[in-house]
């Protein structure tokens, strides 16, 4: 128990620990001696209305005994487990090793499971139900806070359900993602843009990208800044990059909002969504089922 910072602590509790102990046995023991155990019951001398009278009984054997009973057991106890301070108990049990040991057990017994899923290629687990089924547990259990119980995201966090993919959407790519994580690079643009009349331009070019109705003039000047600034990772056309995780911009779908607004704030201030890497706390076969899940989702459409 490395909690404690100093000896003092140790000791603090193991002898409180063990003066508790004693001054229960003490206690008992104090209250209890000086009773016969006989026919005739010492009175305490109150009586009410009239015969009521108030007896001074020795507790029953019994019942006494349970008391030794459990300070028995306390002792024992504190010299088989950890409890004392940092003595660790003569059994060595830890918390940490009843809880690996446990892992261990689950771990040789749904191994050899997962092991074959992870076998099993991407296409063929999407038609096995009970590998989906496990998918869609491993999904709720880690990916749900983030991306919604129905997977279909919120802002900043993409839906996983739709045909729109950021970073790829086969199973390879999808894998790579859950594996590895993500992290998007999309700089801050004000400064570059010459300051809120540029990012307005250039708001206005992406309207007529995604084909809705613009300020012609703006979005001419716009697609002048666009060409010099945006077109290396979104692409000449719009339809964005997944190697760099770069978006469509010519679509309806938008992570961040695709009010004038909200895409100005993406320009002024830059975006930089991280999608956490799962490959090491999950393992390749629990990611590859997670793939399967999630690349089926989007087969619905
Ligand atoms: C270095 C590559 C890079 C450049 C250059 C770049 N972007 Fe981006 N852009 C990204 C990435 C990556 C994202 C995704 C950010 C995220 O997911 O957090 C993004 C996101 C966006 C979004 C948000 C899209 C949404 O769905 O909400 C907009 C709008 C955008 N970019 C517009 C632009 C414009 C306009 C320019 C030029 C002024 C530009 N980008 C230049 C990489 C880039
Ligand atoms: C801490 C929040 C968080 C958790 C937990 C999380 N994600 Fe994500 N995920 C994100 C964010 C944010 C992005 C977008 C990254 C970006 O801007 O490019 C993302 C992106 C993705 C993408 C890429 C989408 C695309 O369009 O290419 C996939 C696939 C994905 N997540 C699946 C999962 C799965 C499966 C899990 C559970 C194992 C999970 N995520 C857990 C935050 C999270």
């Given amino acids: 128990m490395a909690d404690f910072n100093s000896d003092f602590w140790h000791w603090y509790i193991a002898i409180l620990t063990i003066i508790s102990i004693l001054a229960c046995v003490w206690l008992i023991r104090w209250m ?23 007896l001074n009984n020795p507790l029953p054997r019994w019942w006494l005994g349970l008391f030794y009973i459990t300070l028995a057991f306390g002792g024992f106890y504190l010299l088989l487990y950890p409890g004392l301070g940092t003595f660790g108990g003569l059994l060595g049990w830890t918390s940490k090793g009843a809880y690996e040991q446990e892992v261990e057990k689950v771990e040789a017994e749904v191994g050899p499971l997962f092991e074959g899923y992870l076998q099993t290629p991407i296409l063929d687990l999407i038609k096995d139900e009970n590998a989906i089924k496990v998918g869609e547990r491993l999904y709720l259990n880690y990916c749900a806070t983030c991306h919604g119980s129905d997977a279909r995201g919120a802002r900043g966090f993409p839906n996983l359900r739709d045909t729109d993919w950021q970073w790829g959407g086969d199973p390879t790519s999808i894998k790579t993602t859950l594996l590895n994580g993500r992290i998007a690079a999309m700089p801050a643009w004000e400064a570059a843009l010459g300051g809120e009349s540029g990012v307005n331009e250039v708001t206005q070019y992406l309207l007529r990208l995604s084909n809705r109705a613009t300020i012609d003039e703006l979005a001419d000047k716009g697609k002048a800044k666009y060409d ?74």
């Fill in 32 to 54: 209890t001696s000086g009773f016969e155990h006989s026919d005739e019951v010492e009175s305490t001398g109150h009586v009410w209305d009239g015969d009521l009278t108030e």
């Fill in 228 to 301: 010099i600034f945006c077109v290396a990772c979104h692409g000449a056309d719009g339809k964005g990059n997944p190697a760099l995780g770069a978006p469509n911009l010519t679509d309806d779908v938008w992570l961040y909002g695709g009010s004038i607004t909200r895409i100005g704030e993406s320009l002024i201030k830059g975006r930089n969504g991280q999608m956490p890497a799962f490959g090491e706390f999950l393992g390749e076969a629990k990611v590859h089922l997670l793939t399967a899940y999630i690349y089926g989702l989007s087969q619905e459409n």
